[in-house]
């Protein structure tokens, strides 16, 4: 799974509460990137970085922030889980470059009841 | 905001070789055709990339068309494990960000 270990895999959580999830790698790749997955959507970009403590939005990034303060952690958080955010959440790393690809995590699958 | 267009499903028997077309008419000089694919549940998986001539690796072959805008993922002998969606994405260069659309659901059948 080229060194990317998101946690946790599985998680249930209460309408209202914050919810932090975890992208750890191995790879000291520069860019990382937060993907939610919903069924007839594929996958959609929520927050992504180019660097330490360099973020930007992705096309879905309302009420969800993020923060890398190492280049082996991206933390993606839900200030206040509403059921919308009921989702399966892929985290991707990358290195510069325009022929790179991007290699996956296994997923976090969160339910917000 | 997906910049690629596929069949939303296709079907592949055992065996025989698996086209799957991928149209990218809006595609710029410098942006490259990736593809992935998922199995189930499981995180996408890479295949290939490429930007003007086509490839080929260990699991697949690139056919981009001359004008770019439309290129071509062949699978030479699909077997089951082949099943899975197939997402050919154009990388926004400046972004350096990967958009997803909803892919092509292959099913290879025995």
Redesign the interface.
């Known amino acids: 799974?080229a060194g990317i270990t998101q946690s946790p895999r599985h998680k249930v959580t209460e309408t209202g509460t914050p919810v932090t999830l975890r992208c750890h790698q191995t790879e000291n790749h520069r860019?990382m990137?937060w993907?939610r997955q919903d069924p007839?959507?594929?996958?959609?970009?929520i927050h992504?970085s180019?660097g330490v403590k360099d973020t930007?939005k992705?096309?879905v990034s309302d009420g969800y922030s993020v923060s890398r303060s190492k280049t082996e952690d991206f933390l993606l958080t839900l200030e206040s889980a509403t059921s919308s955010q009921t989702s399966?959440y892929?985290c991707?790393i990358?290195e510069?470059g325009?022929?790179t690809?991007?290699?996956?995590?296994?997923?976090t699958?969160l339910t917000v009841v | 905001d997906a910049k690629t267009t596929q069949p939303p499903s296709m079907d592949c028997a055992e065996g025989r070789a698996a086209n799957l077309p991928c149209n990218h008419s809006t595609i710029s000089g410098n942006e490259y055709v990736y593809w992935y694919r998922q199995i189930h549940s499981q995180g996408p998986q890479y295949i290939i990339h490429g930007l003007k001539n086509n490839e080929t690796n260990e699991m697949a072959s690139l056919i981009i068309t001359e004008d770019r805008k439309s290129s071509t993922l062949i699978l030479p002998h699909a077997t089951l494990r082949d099943t899975a969606v197939y997402y050919c994405i154009v990388r926004v260069a400046a972004g350096n960000q990967f958009y997803f659309g909803t892919g092509t659901s292959l099913t290879v059948i025995p």
């Open positions: 799974d860019y990137y993907y007839g959507h594929g996958l959609r970009l992504y180019y930007d992705g096309e399966v892929f991707a990358r510069p325009q022929g690809e991007a290699f996956f995590g296994q997923g699958r």
